[in-house]
Each structure stands twice: as structure tokens, then as C-alpha cells.
């Protein structure tokens, strides 16, 4: 087995010939490595006697392999548990498409390569199904002979030239040849797309479209496929590409998942929906972790770098999955919240409810009152705490991936926690005191522990050195809550931060991944 004799990060190889399905192909950027997670799955796959190829785009196939394209991989139903077997052994966690393109036959799978921090998708095909991205209204029923065809190439299994040709004509065409995808603007091809044609027509020897034609797929013909792929290149105009769509769309009738009308219907009603999702409601819909969602939670002294991991990890992960950060230790405002602060406003109660910082210290009695606008004003910030942690728990259980920054916890006192009584004292118990302090403690005891808990942990001599445009006294105590607390190994990952800002984000990737 060729891949199986290929270490983990094995460059890509130079190609020698420029035909036949297992030429080895130039890489576009000489010295790009193949990821190692790639190049273990193919050997894996290889060694547990997995039939599979790489079933398109291999003219890119270099992308693939260094993780920048997803794997489309076409895989034989009858070892669909096997492989996933395989894929579970390997890291990778299964994941649902929204339900607009979610597809029965196509699973998808997501890895953690350790090395670069990428992470790679998998697209499981165990049928072909084709057509434009709104609607994939054909299944194509070549899965075996197109199996069949294949040969190990590096580091994937790829097809035969004829198969692909032929399901990348029939592809591009449903794609961007009919009236309705030129209606939603989708009637134009990439140069990307007419590359790709010319790559795979070069590798079709004589007569071999011909026997795949014939033997697999008898409602096409060569000649229409001939008009097909000048269409492609750009040599016919608009109404000859709509009556060659409509031609193929036609002899592909028996392969068609649901009738034509409620095929156009499908595709104008998800065009509409993505514009309304995305730049309306600015929320494009996103894969979620089959094994469902998760809290995650960071919390950390002042100059632990929260913040900086919190961005780290969204953004890693909102690449491919619903991912809502949350900031906890300053809620977004509710309309009741509003209302208050415009009535502390109104009365003249004060302009800001901390106009005097305060001074945080294990000793209340260390710490001035800071007066009841203040304690007003922590008790709609309780309160917007556990609404903000509402949301994030709904989102969670919906399959999303919350991260919440500064997340409340019992063991930590002066950060996001009551504070009401702690700096009331006995000079404010007064029935107003009393009742600002039962509204506020009845909002934390709800908030529930996360389903994964980061604590970022950094000596307070450091704290103080990295915050040099912040108050000591406030940064100190706080940090030195954190770094003297007995942090229980069972619920909680504590992270030291004084190493490298890289190190600190890669162990932190590889933690969340392996809890997802």
C-alpha cells in the first residue's frame, strides 16, 4: 500500500507523468506538506481494508491533503460502521449538517490535527448525490463501478478519469446551467471550475468515456456531453446553456429525488432564507456536534489572557460549527436593565453607579460601601448574568458551542459573584440592604457548573507586571484568588499562562477538542 509506507507530514511528491488515474500530480506550492492527520486516515483506511477514494476535486487534491479543502470522501455503505469505527479511533467526532443541506447517504466528520491546530472535514459519501448546493436533487447510482475504478494515488485513492469527468460535467451543469440558478445568480463558472474541466478531459483516454457511458449511465451520450463541456468553457451563449440544463436535467429525470417544480421551489425559498440568515439576522446556519453542544467556560485572573484565548477558540471553532461567545462578566444589557439605570438617572441618584473604583480585597471590611446606586446596579448585573447564561445554555442544548468569558463560580468571590452583602457590611443592614441582597443571590445559585471549565492560571506578580495601565490593587487580589484556590482536577483543566502565548492556545484547542 503506497500510503501506508508514507510518514505523518510527508511532502508532497513532484509529479513524474500527467496522465492516468495514478499520475502523480505537481503540487501548486512546492514543500506544502500534507497534514499529518490526512496522511494517518489514509493509512488507516488503507491498513482496516477500507474501499474509499477521493471521489472529486482532484485537480486540487493537494488542497485536501494540506487541510485548506474539505475530503470528499465516496465510501461503500456496507462498511459505513466499520468506518466509523475507524473515524472515532482517529479523533474525528461526527457532525449534522443543518437540516436545509443536511443529506441521507453523506455524513460528516471533524479531526483535531495536533500539529497545526487545523481542523479537518471529512465528507462521508455512501451515495452520490448531486446537483445545485440548495437542493442536491439527484442520486447518481454508480457508487460500486466508481469504487471500482479507483487507484491509490498520494496520499488518497482517487477515481478513474472518465467517472469524475463525467460527474463533473453533470455537476457544473445542474449547478450553474438552469434558468432558476440563473435567476439566484449562480450562472456563471469560476475559472477554478473551467481549470478543473480541462485537467480531467486531458486524462480520459480514447474510448474509455464511451464504455462508462454505455456500461453505467446509458440515458447520457457522449455528444451531449461534448455540448456540455463547450458550454463550460464559455463558447455558448445564455439560451444554449438553458436548453442543454434543461436537455440533461430531462435525461436525469429517473435519478431525481423529488419532482422538478418542487425542485425550483426548494431553491428559490433556501436562497431567500440564506439572505435573510445572513446579512439580516447575520447568523449563517453552521454544522453542530452529533454528540450535541457544550458550555465552555474560561475563567482567570486579570492579565491571564482571557480574552485572547476566548477569541482564539471562537474563531477556531466558528470556522465550521455554531459557535456563540458570551461575555459574562459584562452582559449585554437587558431592557429592564436599561430601564433602571434611566431611572437611577431621572432620580439623580448618580450618573455612573461606581464613580468611586473599588478596591478589591478578601477583608470587606477593608472596602468602602459604594453606595446603594452601586448595589442597584449589581443586582441588574446578577441578572443579566443569568440571562446571558440562559442564553448560552439554550444554545448548547440545541447542539451550539457556547464560550463564556469570566463565567460565575462559587469558589471565586470578588470577581463574578454576589457582592452586595460583602461590602454592605453590618454599617448597611437596613431593610433596603437586606432586600437588594436576597434579589441579587437568588440569580447565582441558578447558574449551573459548565460542561467544561478552562481556568487560566497566572502568578499575580505576573498579573500586575502584564497590567502596568491597571490598578495593582485591583489586579492583585484577584489574580491571587484564582492562583491560590485547590481547583478540583475532576471539573476543571487548569492552563499555566506564562508560557507562550502559541503554547497556551494549542494546549487549549487540544483540551476543548478532546471533551467535544
Known amino acids: 500500500m503506497a500510503a501506508a509506507d508514507q510518514s505523518p507530514m510527508t511532502t508532497l511528491r513532484e509529479g513524474a507523468s500527467d496522465t492516468g488515474c495514478g499520475a502523480n500530480r505537481v503540487p501548486a506550492d512546492r514543500g506544502r506538506r500534507w497534514l499529518s492527520l490526512v496522511s494517518t486516515l489514509c493509512r488507516r483506511l488503507a491498513y482496516d481494508g477500507i474501499s474509499y477514494c477521493h471521489w472529486k476535486s482532484t485537480e486540487a487534491i493537494e488542497r485536501s491533503a494540506t487541510g485548506e479543502n474539505d475530503l470528499d470522501l465516496l465510501l461503500s455503505r456496507e462498511q459505513a460502521t466499520m468506518f466509523a469505527q475507524t473515524m472515532a479511533s482517529l479523533g474525528f467526532k461526527a457532525a449534522m449538517d443543518p437540516p436545509e443541506r443536511r443529506l441521507a447517504g453523506v455524513l460528516n466528520f471533524y479531526g483535531h490535527d495536533r500539529e ?13 448525490i448531486l446537483g445545485h448546493d440548495y437542493s442536491k436533487n439527484y442520486h447518481i447510482p454508480i457508487e460500486d463501478p466508481y469504487l471500482a475504478s479507483s487507484a491509490q494515488d498520494e496520499p488518497f485513492r482517487l477515481p478513474a478519469p ?15 446551467c438552469t434558468w432558476d440558478a440563473i435567476l439566484i445568480k449562480h450562472g456563471h463558472f469560476s475559472p477554478s471550475e473551467r481549470r478543473e474541466l480541462e485537467y480531467l478531459q486531458r486524462r480520459v483516454g480514447p474510448g474509455q468515456l464511451e464504455h462508462v457511458l454505455s456500461a453505467h449511465l446509458p440515458w447520457l451520450d457522449k455528444e451531449l456531453l461534448d455540448r456540455c463541456a463547450d458550454a463550460i468553457r464559455g463558447k455558448s451563449p445564455i439560451w444554449t446553456r438553458l436548453r442543454l440544463g434543461h436537455q440533461l436535467q430531462r435525461r436525469l429525470a429517473p435519478c431525481s ?3 422538478r417544480a418542487a425542485d425550483v421551489g426548494m431553491k428559490l425559498w433556501r436562497r431567500a432564507e440564506r439572505i435573510v440568515r445572513s446579512r439580516i439576522l447575520a447568523n449563517p446556519s453552521k454544522a453542530r456536534l452529533a454528540s450535541g453542544g457544550a458550555v465552555i467556560a474560561l475563567v482567570g485572573g486579570d492579565g491571564a489572557g482571557k480574552s485572547t484565548m476566548i477569541g482564539e477558540l471562537g474563531d477556531w471553532l466558528s470556522n465550521d460549527f455554531d459557535t456563540l461567545v458570551l461575555h459574562m462578566g459584562k452582559p449585554r444589557w437587558s431592557h429592564t436593565t436599561f430601564a ?11 450618573l455612573s453607579p461606581r464613580l468611586k473604583p473599588i ?10 460601601f459604594p453606595g446603594y446606586t452601586w448595589a442597584i446596579w449589581e443586582v441588574c448585573t446578577a441578572r443579566d448574568r443569568y440571562l446571558t447564561y440562559l442564553k448560552a445554555r439554550r444554545f448548547a442544548a440545541n447542539g451550539g458551542i457556547s464560550i463564556c468569558d469570566r463565567y460565575p463560580l462559587p469558589e471565586v468571590t470578588l470577581m463574578e459573584s454576589p457582592q452586595v452583602r460583602r461590602l454592605a457590611g453590618v454599617k448597611h443592614n437596613n431593610r433596603f440592604t437586606r432586600l437588594l ?11 449551573t457548573r459548565p460542561d467544561l471549565l478552562l481556568v487560566l492560571r497566572l502568578h499575580p506578580d505576573l498579573a500586575v507586571a502584564r497590567k502596568i495601565d491597571e490598578d495593582p490593587g485591583t489586579v492583585f487580589p484577584r489574580s491571587n484568588e484564582i492562583w491560590d484556590l485547590r481547583w478540583d482536577r475532576e471539573t476543571a483543566h487548569v492552563v499555566e499562562t506564562a508560557q507562550a502565548k502559541s503554547v497556551v492556545a494549542s494546549e487549549l484547542k487540544a483540551l476543548v477538542w478532546s471533551k467535544l
Open 257 to 259: 429525488r423529488r419532482p
Open 437 to 447: 441582597i436576597k434579589a441579587e443571590e437568588r440569580y447565582y445559585p441558578r447558574i
Open 116 to 128: 497545526t491546530n487545523q481542523i479537518v472535514h471529512v465528507h462521508a459519501h455512501f451515495k452520490l
Open 340 to 350: 433602571v439605570r434611566g431611572l437611577l438617572k431621572i432620580g439623580r441618584l448618580g
Open 162 to 176: 472518465e467517472f469524475e469527468y463525467v460527474l463533473f460535467i453533470v455537476r457544473m451543469m445542474l449547478k450553474h
Open 359 to 368: 478596591r478589591y480585597s478578601t477583608d470587606a471590611t477593608a472596602v468602602e
